[in-house]
């Protein structure tokens, strides 16, 4: 099939030098606030090209998630910066080599660069020392505002720029990275038309695996359908992520599709699937998780796992607007899911006190939902001062922050059959009383449901901005044949 979204929207480098203003506004802002003076320099180090171990095999690169929030560059070996006096933006590019041009391609004039990503002035990579001193209109040394700060997903620190000459600078390593941090918290009307394109275009591609989806095939081979769709009519030469293509057992394994489990397992009737998968498109991503019956027809018991955690994702959209708390919305979620299980003879008990006893967490270890943006963990998930909680499932949060206007976040709920969690879970003393093994040993090789939907933050509530079949109505009716239709997918915002 083609696709209703060909071709892929072009973008504007206007995103990026919003970005910037919205970054020099809040910089400004904190500095006055400090009583600090309004000079010196933010200074972003871009990625660097990586070759595969000792070889020269090149990796295909992708810009640093910061660099790309500012300046859009998609080449490797950039430097930019942003005069905080003046507001002008300074972009230094690499100095290639004359054989560069024999293998790679013509080598672009520095003007070039200044008119495709709207800066002030671009100079080389190694004249970044004198170029900064001479722009520079304070007294004493120049200060360079560099990027140093923790993610709170991988526990790693951004890297701050290092370049010859750095040491005729003073530098301040703990101003800017919050302050920039939390600029990709609240997206722009620009950033959200992106994200849009990346939800619309995998939408349209979680849809068409849906329809190819037949008994005897390999777990890649769906994978292959998505990543082809989103590339061929999207343009999406990058996935936000590794695809999870999960199928049987293996849709119990949080984060399936790595090296050591390659989705490569052969389909076989009456499993269920997982697939969850997200396109990237111009840096911003996507992040869509559909679970459906194999065969195209829904059993009672996957009716029954696949109905608890659609009321548990509906349940949260319906709840989300400004001022609700994330965490909030998490046992909101285990709780809707609980109250399933139990109608379904799955659980024991009165669901007050299973919440008491950290129950959901066996069945949904993770965390309802994080960030998304430039990366599909998107920072800023935990403000400075913002403790993550100790107890199961809630420690695994990405994020404890009430919800803003302008927040883009995933609604992931899911329910798994974990042996790893549900053998402990029915020796314990606290939660064996409340699991009826006999019926739970009947999904023993079942796996999980994932519905995960990438959601905007409105001034009232919020919007869903995947376009996927929910309803198991719908998804049988699509994987039988019938359209989904064009109206239903939005088109570019």
């Known amino acids: 099939m083609g696709s209703s ?9 206007e995103l990026h030098v919003k970005n910037r203003e919205k970054l020099l506004t809040s910089l ?94 671009t100079s080389f990579s190694d004249e970044i020392a004198s170029v900064l001193q001479q722009h520079y209109q304070g007294a004493g040394k120049p200060l360079l505002f560099l990027l140093h700060g923790l993610n709170t997903d991988s526990s790693n620190f951004s890297k701050p ?24 918290v609240i997206k722009s009307k620009l950033e959200i038309a992106l994200i849009q394109f990346a939800n619309d275009i995998s939408s349209e591609a979680h849809v068409e695996v849906m329809r190819k989806t037949k008994v005897g095939m390999k777990e890649y081979q769906l994978e292959s359908i998505f990543l082809h769709h989103t590339y061929m009519y999207g343009g999406c030469r990058h996935c936000s992520y590794t695809c999870i293509c999960a199928t049987g057992e293996n849709s119990a394994v949080l984060h399936y599709g790595h090296a050591a489990a390659p989705n490569d397992k052969t389909l076989e009737d009456g499993d269920m699937a997982l697939f969850d998968m997200g396109a990237e498109y111009n840096f911003y991503g996507s992040d869509i998780t559909c679970s459906f019956p194999i065969n195209g027809k829904f059993t009672s018991d996957q009716s029954l796992i696949y109905n608890a955690v659609l009321d548990a994702h509906n349940a ?4 989300m607007k400004p001022g609700v ?99 402990p879970a029915m020796t314990s003393p606290m939660t ?51 359209p989904w239709p064009a109206k239903n997918i939005s088109t570019h915002a």
Request: with cysteine.
């Open 316 to 319: 949260v959209i319906s709840s």
């Open 325 to 423: 708390n994330w965490v909030d919305m998490h046992i909101l979620a285990e709780k809707v899911i609980l109250e399933s299980l139990k109608r379904g003879n799955i659980l024991l008990g009165d669901v007050e006190d299973m919440m008491a006893a950290r129950l959901g967490a066996v069945f949904m270890p993770h965390g309802l939902g994080h960030f998304l943006g430039i990366d599909t963990h998107d920072p800023g998930g935990y403000l400075q001062g913002l403790e993550r909680r100790k107890e199961p499932g809630l420690k695994s949060l990405r994020t404890i922050r009430d919800l803003r206007e302008g927040m883009v976040i995933t609604v992931e709920p899911g329910c798994y059959f974990i042996d790893a969690l549900l053998l």
């Open 28 to 121: 400004r802002q904190h500095l006055s606030d400090s009583s600090r003076p309004l000079h010196g320099f933010v200074l972003l180090q871009g990625g660097e090209e990586q070759t595969r171990y000792d070889t020269d095999h090149l990796e295909l690169f992708r810009q640093e998630s910061f660099f790309a929030y500012l300046f859009g560059v998609t080449e490797p070996g950039f430097y930019g910066a942003i005069d905080i006096a003046t507001g002008d933006s300074l972009l230094f590019a690499p100095r290639l080599p004359s054989e560069y041009a024999v293998w790679l391609g013509k080598i672009k004039e520095l003007s070039c660069f200044k008119e495709h990503y709207m800066v002030s002035k």
């Open 432 to 482: 064996t009383k409340f699991l009826n093994q006999e019926v739970i040993n009947r999904y023993k090789d079942f796996g999980g449901v994932r519905i995960e939907s990438d959601v905007l933050v409105t001034a009232n509530g919020c919007y869903n901005m995947t376009k996927c079949p929910r309803e198991i109505g719908e998804i049988e009716r699509v994987m039988a044949g019938a």
């Open 5 to 13: 979204l060909w071709p892929p929207p072009k973008v504007s480098m």
């Open 161 to 184: 720029a290092e370049f010859q000459g750095i040491d005729k600078f003073d530098k301040d390593l703990t101003t800017l990275h919050p302050i920039l941090t939390e600029c990709r």
